[in-house]
């Protein structure tokens, strides 16, 4: 579940950019302009402050004058090769450069595949289990989070959902904390996390207030959460750079499942054991999920919105039902 011109080691750049509202698209003159060894400079440095975990940083490879932009290309710890784009007056971070004509085409020949076909690869059953492997914050993962909840909603009981999360995470500790806490709440609180997700969704600074709202004992989630953290050293490994892949964090809870199932990435949707690529509009992902039944219930016949959930927090959409960015590789 990869979108063409993605580079996987560059997801998190691209979700702290989104959630800071950097984004801005085309050139941007200005009467300031700095010189190439000063854009360099100003973007290592912001690059090491603000989207790096600590200890962890980029180093300069080439910097070149493209025109209205200077082009920046960083070494990333992993050593992949990325290249970013900063603004002559040095205002404005782009995480990358994309080819609009190849984007739109390759975005419309994903569409014209979600609209002529159900996918292929899906096992049926009786009653489907639907495992979503996420991280909390991935800008991704909560668009598919977005859209499946209203085909849950739909479905009922008719089949098996359960919400996990990948084996590391990108976002930093607020991650670490949210996942721990969704964790306890499904344990708990099965019946009620398809609600607090519904409340959280909308503000990742919610989760406390959207227990509350949903009759969920924060105390006994928050006894759940550090017990959760000892067992599986969340924390502690965090701390201690232990079971980090590349520069982030491991996460352990689900890691017998992400092994199992080859999960690497933000969001991977599993159907009874089986990877499932699918659109992350509800009624494409409707489809999906219906499609693994051995008879459909009265319930797969809905009309559920054609629009993508946007990406991140937030309930806006996108009109396109053909993305498939992930958080990870």
């Known amino acids: 579940m990869k979108k063409a011109g993605i580079i996987g080691g560059i997801l998190v750049i691209l ?18 302009t700095i010189t190439l060894d000063d854009a360099k400079v100003k973007a290592i440095t912001f690059i090491n402050d603000n989207l790096m975990q600590p200890g962890s940083q980029v180093t300069l490879k080439d910097a070149v004058d493209e025109g209205g932009l200077y082009k920046i290309t960083v070494n990333m710890p992993t050593g992949q090769e990325v290249e970013s784009y900063i603004t002559k007056d040095g205002k404005t971070f782009f995480p990358q450069g994309m080819d609009i004509a190849q984007y739109a085409q390759a975005n419309q020949t994903q569409t014209d595949d979600t609209a002529q076909a159900t996918p292929a690869n899906v096992p049926k059953s009786d009653k489907p289990s639907i495992e979503l492997f ?9 668009q598919m989070e977005k859209g499946i909840l209203p085909v849950l909603a739909q479905l009922g009981d008719s089949v098996d959902f359960q919400l996990k999360f990948c084996d590391y995470s990108m976002h930093g500790d607020k991650e670490l904390v949210e996942e721990l806490n969704q964790y306890c709440i499904e344990q708990d609180y099965p019946d009620k996390l398809t609600d607090y997700l519904s409340c959280f969704l909308a503000d990742e600074t919610g989760g406390q207030t959207c227990m509350q709202q949903n009759g969920i004992d924060t105390a006994k989630i928050a006894s759940c959460a550090a017990a959760a953290d000892k067992q599986y050293k969340v924390t502690e490994n965090a701390a201690n750079n232990v079971g980090y892949r590349g520069s982030y964090p491991g996460f352990t809870i689900f890691q017998a499942d992400t092994d199992k199932y080859g999960v690497s990435g933000s969001p991977t949707l599993v159907i009874d054991g089986q990877q ?31 629009d993508t959930p ?7 959409t996108n009109a396109s039902d053909a993305s498939a960015a992930q958080c990870g590789s």
């Open 134 to 142: 996420v991280m909390s914050h991935c800008p991704y993962g909560t």
């Open 310 to 316: 946007s990406a991140g927090f937030g309930y806006g």
């Open 276 to 306: 499932v690529s699918s659109g992350r509009s509800p009624s494409a992902l409707l489809a999906t999920i219906c499609s693994a039944f051995n008879n459909q219930p009265d319930a797969c016949t809905a009309s559920l919105p054609s």
């Open 15 to 32: 979700a702290v950019i989104a959630a800071l509202g950097y984004w801005q698209f085309g050139n941007k003159a200005s009467a300031d």
